[in-house]
Each structure stands twice: as structure tokens, then as C-alpha cells.
């Protein structure tokens, strides 16, 4: 069964009835912003949003669903107290408009890529350690066998990273799925386990001191940089600190920027979570990074295992299968090592 005519099996929509041919839909005038529209409806659950989304006013996207319905012939959403959610009906419509979609951005990018001579476009995303650990590596390898194809990478959180690849985005990602997520909707693989530490600068009161490693008790009082609230990594770390009884630290900076996090580090006592990966690359730089220092404490942090997340039943590209095979092998030369 072709993409295309998956739309037209739309489970609990008599699409063979007198109303409906084989094309019923196209001929009662079912667009491509129709599609974009109820993704976006679903994505967002606000129609404000998904207006924004196809960038037309409110009430065109109303008038846009209210055609959608009568070419359907079945509600396709509800109001909520904070907006709209899909019914069963526009759940299945979204579902096939996603992966139609998602054939016509391969079917340009394919296009694209037949014009200029190029090897191929890779999307992908990670959160930062396996970014840093497993990603570089295997871009190196790609770089060498297969010069032609074009890596675009994001670095996020797991929660956007997860949503983008729904969004069809990223071929895959290198992430966790967030809670709030159905986790039927991927194929995940676990590849390996997040290691975090503190860093400080060169200079740091803590570093100076001769009786071994910091304790939480020691560093509360420290001013902290922390990822954003909700983040993986501040949640393991508040965690440890709450199964110890030890007060959280009060004075907070919160940033997503790696680049912001080193600055506040180096220039004052504040103390940063970040992935081990990444503070073994800062601590070997020769540049203002090389003041980052790991601090020596008394306790782990372990971070909750990343997984390769591809959509189920979406098939990855020819460039994006060969990414992502490398990344595996990496994975698994490193566990082995």
C-alpha cells in the first residue's frame, strides 16, 4: 500500500461508500495545507498556533478545519479548556498526513540532491554527551568514505528533540523519549549511559584544598549554573541531593548554553553539571575553556540511558541509514573498549 493511498484507509471512515472513490478525498477538495493544517493541530493542540504554523489568521485556519470536516464528514477535533485535541477521526487523518508529508520532504530532498550532485542529507539531533562521543566520529568516518553527504545536526534537550522528530524533522535522534511522549510511536535502541561530573575553573577555592574529593555538604553553598528546570541532568542531580537530605542550592543560574556555562564558570566559583564527555574536551582545550577543571566529589552521577530513536514505521534514507549504522558500530566499539 502506497503513502498516498494509506489516507484513504482512514480506520472508522467508510471511504468506499457512494460518497468516496478511490481518490474521494483529492476530488472533495482535500488539500496540502489541509495536511499541514491538522499536524499542526495536533502538535500544538491550539489552533492560534497552528494558524501561526501555515502563517494565516485565526479565523482562516477555523474556516480551514470547518472544510476539512465536511470533506471528511466526521468531527475531526474538540474543544478544550486550553484549546483543541484531535478526536479519533483527526488522530488518523494526522497520523497519514505526517508520513505524506514527510514522503514529499524526502521526495525534495532526493530531488535536491539529483540536481546538485550531492550524496545525500542527513538530519539528525542528540543531546549533548553522545553528540560529542559518538556523533564527531562517525561524521569524521562519513567525511572520509562518503564526502558528498551533508550532515545537519541539533543539539537539544530530549523533550524538543523528541517532538522534532515526530515533526519529521530528524531522520533519528540520540535521546531519551520524554514521559509525556507514547513510546509505541519509536523503535529504540539503548546505546549507552550518560556520565556527568562538575566542573569549576583552575582557580577554584575547592581545588585547593588537600583532603580529597568535595562532598554535597561542601558545594551546596556554592553558586550553581543548571540546564533549565525539568532538563535530565538537574533532575539527577536535585535527586541526589534530596536522597542525601542535603539542601538544594539556592543560588541558581539557568542556562542551555554551553558556551554561556563555560563563561560563568571561568570567571567566577560557581559550579556546573555537565556530561563527562564534554568536560574531558573542555579541560584539553588551549584556549580560556582549558581553565574548566573537573571538581573530584565523593559521589556518581548517573544520567538515565540515550537510546538511537527512529519513528516506527517510518523508513530511514539511504544517507541517514548509513549515519546511523556508524553510530551503532561506534557505540559498541566504545562499550567494548
Given at each position: 500500500?502506497?503513502?498516498?493511498?494509506?489516507?484513504?484507509?482512514?480506520?472508522?471512515?467508510?471511504?468506499?461508500?457512494?460518497?468516496?472513490?478511490?481518490?474521494?478525498?483529492?476530488r472533495?477538495?482535500?488539500?496540502?495545507?489541509?495536511?499541514?493544517?491538522?499536524?499542526?493541530?495536533?502538535?500544538?493542540?491550539?489552533?492560534?498556533a497552528?494558524?501561526e504554523?501555515?502563517?494565516?489568521?485565526?479565523?482562516?485556519?477555523?474556516?480551514m478545519?470547518?472544510?476539512m470536516?465536511?470533506?471528511?464528514?466526521?468531527?475531526?477535533?474538540?474543544?478544550?479548556?486550553?484549546?483543541?485535541?484531535?478526536?479519533?477521526?483527526?488522530?488518523?487523518?494526522?497520523?497519514?498526513?505526517?508520513?505524506?508529508?514527510?514522503?514529499?520532504?524526502?521526495?525534495?530532498?532526493?530531488?535536491?540532491?539529483?540536481?546538485?550532485?550531492?550524496?545525500?542529507?542527513?538530519?539528525?539531533?542528540?543531546?549533548?554527551?553522545?553528540?560529542?562521543?559518538?556523533?564527531?566520529?562517525?561524521?569524521n568516518?562519513?567525511?572520509?568514505?562518503?564526502?558528498?553527504?551533508?550532515?545537519?545536526?541539533?543539539?537539544?534537550?530530549?523533550?524538543?528533540?523528541?517532538?522534532?522528530?515526530?515533526?519529521?524533522?530528524?531522520?533519528?535522534?540520540?535521546?531519551?523519549?520524554?514521559?509525556d511522549?507514547?513510546?509505541?510511536?519509536?523503535?529504540?535502541?539503548?546505546?549507552?549511559?550518560e556520565?556527568?561530573?562538575?566542573?569549576?575553573?583552575?582557580?577554584?577555592?575547592?581545588?585547593?584544598?588537600?583532603k580529597?574529593p568535595?562532598?554535597?555538604?561542601?558545594?551546596?553553598?556554592?553558586?550553581?549554573?543548571?540546564?533549565?528546570?525539568?532538563?535530565?541532568?538537574?533532575?539527577?542531580?536535585?535527586?541526589?541531593?534530596?536522597?542525601?537530605?542535603?539542601?538544594?542550592?539556592?543560588?541558581?543560574?539557568?542556562?542551555?548554553?554551553?558556551?554561556?556555562?563555560?563563561?560563568?564558570?571561568?570567571?567566577?566559583?560557581?559550579?556546573?553539571?555537565?556530561?563527562?564527555d564534554?568536560?574531558?574536551?573542555?579541560?584539553?582545550?588551549?584556549?580560556?575553556?582549558?581553565d574548566?577543571?573537573?571538581?573530584?566529589?565523593?559521589?556518581?552521577?548517573?544520567?538515565?540511558?540515550?537510546?538511537l530513536i527512529?519513528?516506527?514505521?517510518?523508513?530511514?534514507?539511504?544517507?541517514?541509514?548509513?549515519l546511523?549504522?556508524?553510530?551503532?558500530?561506534?557505540?559498541?566499539?566504545?562499550?567494548?573498549?
Amino acid at each position: 500500500m502506497t503513502i498516498i493511498s494509506e489516507l484513504f484507509s482512514l480506520e472508522h471512515v467508510d471511504i468506499h461508500s457512494d460518497n468516496f472513490g478511490d481518490d474521494g478525498f483529492l476530488r472533495a477538495g482535500l488539500k496540502l495545507n489541509h495536511l499541514r493544517m491538522i499536524v499542526a493541530i495536533e502538535d500544538s493542540g491550539q489552533i492560534s498556533a497552528a494558524a501561526e504554523v501555515l502563517n494565516i489568521s485565526q479565523p482562516a485556519a477555523s474556516r480551514m478545519l470547518s472544510d476539512m470536516e465536511s470533506i471528511v464528514k466526521t468531527p475531526l477535533y474538540e474543544r478544550v479548556a486550553r484549546g483543541v485535541v484531535l478526536t479519533t477521526f483527526g488522530e488518523a487523518l494526522a497520523r497519514r498526513a505526517r508520513k505524506i508529508l514527510l514522503e514529499l520532504r524526502e521526495a525534495s530532498r532526493e530531488i535536491g540532491e539529483l540536481k546538485s550532485g550531492k550524496g545525500g542529507s542527513v538530519f539528525i539531533g542528540a543531546v549533548t554527551a553522545p553528540a560529542m562521543s559518538l556523533v564527531v566520529p562517525a561524521i569524521n568516518t562519513v567525511r572520509k568514505t562518503f564526502p558528498g553527504i551533508e550532515v545537519n545536526i541539533q543539539v537539544e534537550t530530549s523533550n524538543v528533540l523528541a517532538r522534532e522528530l515526530l515533526a519529521a524533522r530528524h531522520d533519528f535522534i540520540i535521546s531519551r523519549i520524554p514521559d509525556d511522549l507514547n513510546p509505541r510511536l519509536f523503535e529504540v535502541r539503548e546505546i549507552g549511559v550518560e556520565k556527568a561530573c562538575l566542573i569549576v575553573r583552575s582557580r577554584h577555592p575547592l581545588l585547593k584544598k588537600k583532603k580529597g574529593p568535595s562532598s554535597l555538604a561542601e558545594i551546596k553553598d556554592y553558586d550553581w549554573v543548571f540546564q533549565p528546570p525539568g532538563t535530565l541532568l538537574r533532575r539527577t542531580i536535585e535527586d541526589i541531593f534530596l536522597s542525601r537530605a542535603v539542601r538544594l542550592p539556592e543560588n541558581i543560574v539557568n542556562t542551555s548554553s554551553l558556551l554561556l556555562t563555560c563563561a560563568i564558570i571561568c570567571e567566577t566559583d560557581a559550579i556546573a553539571p555537565v556530561a563527562v564527555d564534554v568536560a574531558q574536551f573542555l579541560a584539553s582545550q588551549s584556549s580560556n575553556a582549558s581553565d574548566v577543571r573537573i571538581l573530584p566529589i565523593d559521589f556518581e552521577i548517573n544520567v538515565k540511558p540515550y537510546s538511537l530513536i527512529t519513528v516506527r514505521e517510518r523508513a530511514l534514507p539511504p544517507s541517514a541509514r548509513l549515519l546511523y549504522d556508524l553510530i551503532l558500530e561506534e557505540s559498541i566499539r566504545q562499550a567494548e573498549g
